[in-house]
């Protein structure tokens, strides 16, 4: 019993991590939803700000289509991607938690890409992905397969597709990570029994893999989902939001809104960002959590 009281830490622990959550989360927070309802401008240095109340929120949806498109992009960008790096990093985990030869090697070369930062992977590739000098049609003009070039990042057709290539690329290997996390707490015996009993591999992903993996599924649709709905750095280095207005998400969006002065509708932007992505987030959550029930 002393020794587990000597575990517990003291009450006065949690102030230093509350002062700093609050300081640098919670207040920041709550001064832009305040100037959400405002003016506020790069103007008002000479005007001052003026409570507005919601008229930032009603021009964000009557007068601003391109701020609609965005919202649409933006939950488009975050079904796609959750799907798209979901299905193949389930079955490289599945793969990679046999007992294959260089597993650990495999296993480090798809989760390196997501450690690098966002803008640095949006510059390397957006020189590959370049249509005169970039390596990637060089690349397709020296297999002699020239008919194959794209304008990858200013093509409507094909820039979305870049986008979500570039994406995959390096959020796979995070996402299998979790899976393989998931996979190494399934007792092996279930699978014996199940061979035992005839069952072939679709049988076993659908009947015990799957069930199994709720909770690691759930953590990556979590992240996937907050991920999506704040995407914003590898989108602004590859295309800004280009061309035109065809890639172009929330964030993206209230950042050139910022850029340009306009700060009380910036702020309101965020904070109905704020308000998808919790509404969303605790949906999913709730709907995985009563399933694993």
Known sequence: MNVNKKKIYPQWFIVLPLVIYVLFFLLPSILGVGYSFTDWSSKSAKTGIHFVGLKNYIDIFTSNKNYVQGILHTLMFTVVSNIIKLIPALFLAILLNESIKCRGLYRTLFYLPSILPFVIIGLIFKSILNYNNGLLNAALEFLHLGFLK???????????????????WRGVG???TIFIAGLSAIPSSYYEAASIDGANFWQKLRMITLPMLKGSIMINLVFGITYGLKVFDIIYVLTNGGPGHATEVLTTYSFQLYSTGQYG???????VLLIITAIIGVGVVKMMSRQEG
């Open 150 to 168: 794209q304008k990858w990042l200013s093509d409507l057709g094909v820039v979305w597709k870049s986008i979500f290539a570039v994406d995959a």
């Open 174 to 176: 995070y996402v299998m």
């Open 265 to 271: 509708m910036s702020t309101a932007m965020n904070t």
